[in-house]
């Protein structure tokens, strides 16, 4: 068991397609603990910061306290357009990939009880509620290309090879006799990337100097949405609360290819090389959160609201397709190798990070409002768990995480104003602060966002546009001496510049 466990921090890139080993499963790990709640167009039009407001389906996933605030039953659906833009900078090389997609972020509905004006005290309204709220959103497209890179793939594969002395013959044999961890190599070795001679491992044709030219690309799908069941009330006009259960779902694959060609003029055997990963991860778990809302006066709202971690039972697949061509000495032609890897499956679970959120809103009568909450990311809290065994092989991993996140503070602020004839305009902006200790790191996101909306007594039409924009430094290869820091200064570090924009429509109907 404690090998399978192994596999996945070795083969899922024994040969990294992005970044180190290490950097690569505890960032994925990472990514799918991501809670970025995209709701409703007005959640989304006002930065989501909905924390002391509720009255929004997007509120459940937040603070449930907010469904206090209903005064009629609702129901609603949100469409939304993602556009998805990629830039990535790569050895002075700049390449573009879009990808765009229709989806419903958002649909619920809440059933009001109301009881009384609230005036002579007690509990004036309680409110059940079924929601669903998208939470991550993983589709992202991303190509780069370099040349004359002095670094390749293939010492990598000759590096790890050596280092965990694999004998040549060990490699040769099928994967069912090979452990997982080793399926890269194996394949490296027996497509002639690498060869073996005088008790150790060396790049097939490669010598100090030479230089690679570099493209790739990588498919990410999926995402997590979450199912709320809510329930709360409203006190007397001062105390809102509110508990909801989620009940998330997740998907994620990637495809990730990454091909290399000597650069014309150098000689020897290695000419060129692809490779292609394969990984798809589902999962499916459960979280609880509670919060309350406070008026101290009428204008005024203050919110808090716990989150616990989401336990999630998690399945895991990886497979790879490696091709490589070399010049035959003997032919004195360029023959090919290629070879397929079996799907290896396994099962693990994930807790995400606690969140706690604090929020301050203010209303000004008929003009508007403003509103602005805080969130505490315990990202170091993150751990993973063997599923099939109860002896606990990841300590190592977990060290890891909490070594290398931190407690990210993350920021959402929004104003909306009052026009005549119910029409409303609406303004925001997020920070989701970087969740590496190291701050070189600089992986913040930062989000825009601005909406229109109309209410009538029953029906309501929202619109809104959101621009998310962050940046995030990689090596297509592993590279010993790997440091983010000098991203901008090593050719051999890429720089992706992500820009996400979110059309968002939302219907409602009051009754």
Known sequence: MEKRIIHWFASL???????SAEAQTTDELLQLAT???QSTARYSGMGGAFNALGGDIGALSTNPAGIGTYRSSEFTVTPSLILNNTVTDFRRESLSADRTRFGVPSLGYVATMLKKDGESGGLVSFSLGIGFNKVANFYKHTAFRGFDSPNSVVDQFRDYAGRN????????RNFSEILPEDWSTAMAFNSKMIGYEDGKYHANGLEAGDKVNIDGSYWQSGGTDEY?????????????FGAT???QDLLYSSEIKYGEQYVEGNKGAYTSSHRTEFTKTTG??????AGIIYRPVNALRLGFALHSPTLFSMERSYDVYMKSEYWNEETKKNDFRDESSPQDKYEYRLTTPYRVEIGLAYVMGKIGLISIDYELAGNSAMHMYDNLDSKDYLSARNK??????????NVRAGAEINLPYGIMLRGGYSYYQSPYKDSSLDYARHAYSGGIG??????????????ARSNRYFAPYYVNDYRVIDADNSPDIAREKLNVGRIIATIGFKF
């Open 13 to 19: 890139l024994s040969v990294s397609a992005v970044c």
């Open 35 to 37: 809670h970025e709640v």
């Open 165 to 172: 002395n694999l004998n040549p013959a060990y490699l040769e």
């Open 228 to 240: 709320t069941i809510s329930f709360g009330g409203n006190i007397a006009n001062k105390f809102q």
């Open 245 to 247: 259960i989620g009940i």
């Open 284 to 289: 499916f778990g459960m979280n609880l959160k």
């Open 400 to 409: 890891a995480i909490g070594n290398k996140y931190r407690a990210s503070s």
């Open 454 to 467: 109309f209410r009538s007594n029953s029906f309501f039409f929202d619109l809104a546009y959101v621009l």
